[in-house]
């Protein structure tokens, strides 16, 4: 599945990837100025219904002809591009579909629109058809992407420079292939830094950072837990960390979790376990925790400094009393 790479001559804002969500427009738009709203969802042939998505169940090359409904509550007719868009899950998490321009090589290069614009009219709506066409070869399990309305607006940057912005509203599609299904989840990347406090003898945090990433074919969450523990038996745990409800397969989430109350024991672990959280139309599929350890040093420059002090000191004492000795040793033999 392509992400998301290069940055657009466009600011685009994908706004409403749910059934109905409506976007607004900046004054001095495209299409005559004023502010627009619109919106995109599923829609039966004569009229909305209830799905939020639209979502399939097919065998490779199967067909499915269905339409969306696009609204203008404005008083004013819109134009507004239409086309489809491979999805992604973000980096930070959620759902979002390439930039404007950017080139599908999954499930949204195979949907056709009917027509790539349409003009609505004022109070109006539209239904436009689309057709989704699965071919011969896709691979099993889950395929996103999304249908977009976009409406194009002139507007002003932070230093004032007239920029093109590109404000979309979608609505989510998930195709489901048949074939083997697999729920698998990685950790990735796992690090920790470990910040003593200047109390030598309190405890620290460590900064526990790492990717958790939908390595199988099917849509899943992720419940995880993180811990930090030394080699003398303590542990730490990170308090409750939200799970993430939705990643896509292939695509990964970066997370980052804070452990309070590990001592600065010299060399510490910190541990990741990912707990596969399966859809509700995947509640009967196998899925297996998964855990990643990463050691790391944990020290107290103000014990060490403390302790590096002391063995001076010590060394300073130790070796007048060892000169001392050899020197009236010296003496004691001069004098036989």
Do not use: C
Request: no cysteine; aromatic share 6%.
């Amino acid at each position: 599945m392509r992400r998301a790479t290069a940055a657009t001559a466009l600011l685009g804002v994908l706004l409403g990837l749910v059934s109905g969500a409506p976007a607004e427009a900046a004054p001095g738009d495209s299409n005559g100025g004023g502010r627009a709203t619109f919106g995109l969802r599923p829609t039966g042939k004569n009229g909305p219904d209830d799905r939020p998505t639209f979502a399939y169940g097919a065998t490779p090359g199967g067909v499915f002809n269905d339409q969306v409904e696009i609204s203008n509550a404005g008083t004013k007719p819109l134009t507004l591009k239409v086309y489809a868009s491979d999805a992604f899950t973000p980096r930070t998490g959620g759902f979002d579909l390439l930039a404007a321009g950017g080139k599908s090589d999954d499930a949204g290069s195979w949907v056709s629109v009917s027509r790539p614009s349409v003009t609505v009219p004022a109070r109006g709506r539209i239904i436009l058809p689309f057709t989704l066409k699965v071919p011969a070869g896709a691979t099993p399990g889950d395929h996103a992407a999304g249908i977009v309305a976009s409406l194009t607006s002139i507007g002003n940057d932070a230093k004032g420079n007239k920029v093109a912005v590109d404000q979309r509203v979608g609505a989510r599609i998930y195709l489901r292939v048949s074939g083997a299904l697999e729920a698998r989840l990685a950790v990735e990347g796992l690090t920790a830094k470990y910040h003593p406090k200047a109390n030598p003898f309190s405890s620290g945090t460590t900064t526990v950072t790492y990717r958790v990433r939908n390595t199988g074919n099917v849509r899943l969450g992720a419940h995880q837990k993180v811990t930090v523990k030394s080699f003398l038996g303590g542990k730490k745990t990170a308090d409750a960390i939200a799970d993430v409800p939705e990643i896509l397969p292939g695509d990964a989430v970066d997370m980052t979790a804070e452990v309070k109350g590990a001592f600065p024991a010299i060399w510490l672990t910190g541990s990741v376990t990912a707990d596969p959280l399966a859809q509700k139309i995947d509640q009967e599929l196998p899925v297996y925790a998964v855990k990643r350890d990463h050691g790391f040093w944990a020290v107290s420059w103000t014990l060490l400094a403390i302790a590096g002090g002391i063995l001076l000191i010590a060394g300073a004492f130790f070796g007048t009393r060892y000169l001392r000795r050899r020197r009236a040793k010296g003496v004691a033999g001069a004098t036989a």
